[in-house]
């Protein structure tokens, strides 16, 4: 299985809401990846996991909270987004950060709208 | 510090025509490169990479990708280009530890859009 899953696909939520985006990776990768992706443009690292620990925060506002819960499982929790927030977040995995022959597998991406 | 640079934001081929995306880095080293795909409104899919072992890479789609050190360039090829090709290709390096300590983290360039006339 080389497939990296999230979900929702697609997220509407207004400013005040909390809600979580989920990415789910079973081929035993242990680095996983939150990018932030706006239209026409390469994805922005925003945290990356290596071993369940955080091992990059790209100084993103506390507004975005990751969590790793196990090696296959990457969330992230939102809370008091801005609309311009509003973007493609994509999750990645790659077998670690230790060697930069990895390359990263990407999920789908979750749609997110703030209004 | 490591980047890519991808020259021209669009390029534009007829179906069958040549299709050339380039891509040049800058590294005093030899990098790790890496070609990805994006069709609309899905995720990234890796063409192909290379690492050191030839510098000639085959990909998926019959896309090829020739490493030349002297000129510093990592440019994507197909011979014949198809509808199916039109997406957004980002070139991604991954060749300096990143600064929070050993991890190789890849930076992309800002991609070329491909679109494919029929």
């Known amino acids: 299985d080389t497939e990296v899953t999230q979900t929702p696909k697609h997220l509407v939520m207004g400013m005040t809401n909390k809600k979580s985006l989920k990415c789910e990776q079973h081929?035993?990768?242990?680095?996983m990846y939150w990018y932030k992706q706006k239209a026409k443009k390469p994805p922005e690292l925003m945290f990356v996991?290596?071993?369940?620990?955080?091992?990059i925060n790209e100084s993103v506002p506390s507004r975005f909270s990751p969590e790793c819960p196990n090696s296959s499982l990457l969330n992230l929790h939102l809370h008091a987004l801005q609309p311009e927030d509003s973007a493609l977040y994509l999750c990645?995995?790659?077998?670690?950060?230790?060697?930069?022959?990895?390359?990263?597998?990407f999920g789908p991406g979750t749609r997110l709208t703030v209004l | 510090a490591q980047s890519v640079t991808q020259l021209g934001s669009h390029v534009s081929v007829s179906e069958g025509a040549l299709v050339l995306l380039r891509c040049n880095y800058s590294?005093?080293?030899?990098?790790?490169l890496f070609w990805y795909v994006q069709y609309p409104n899905q995720g990234l899919q890796l063409l192909l990479k290379?690492?050191?072992?030839?510098?000639l890479v085959k990909g998926i789609n019959g896309f090829e990708a020739e490493f030349k050190k002297s000129e510093t360039s990592f440019h994507l090829t197909k011979p014949s280009a198809h509808m199916s090709d039109a997406a957004e290709y980002f070139c991604?390096?991954?060749?300096?530890?990143?600064?929070?300590?050993?991890?190789?983290?890849?930076?992309f360039g800002r991609g070329t859009s491909l679109i494919v006339h029929p």
């Open positions: 990645a995995s790659s077998r670690s950060i230790t060697g930069g022959y990895n390359e990263q597998f």
């Open positions: 081929m035993g990768h242990r680095a």
């Open positions: 996991y290596s071993y369940e620990k955080l091992s």
């Open positions: 590294s005093s080293v030899p990098p790790y």
């Open positions: 290379y690492t050191s072992a030839a510098t």
């Open positions: 991604a390096v991954s060749l300096d530890p990143y600064p929070s300590g050993g991890s190789y983290i890849p930076t």
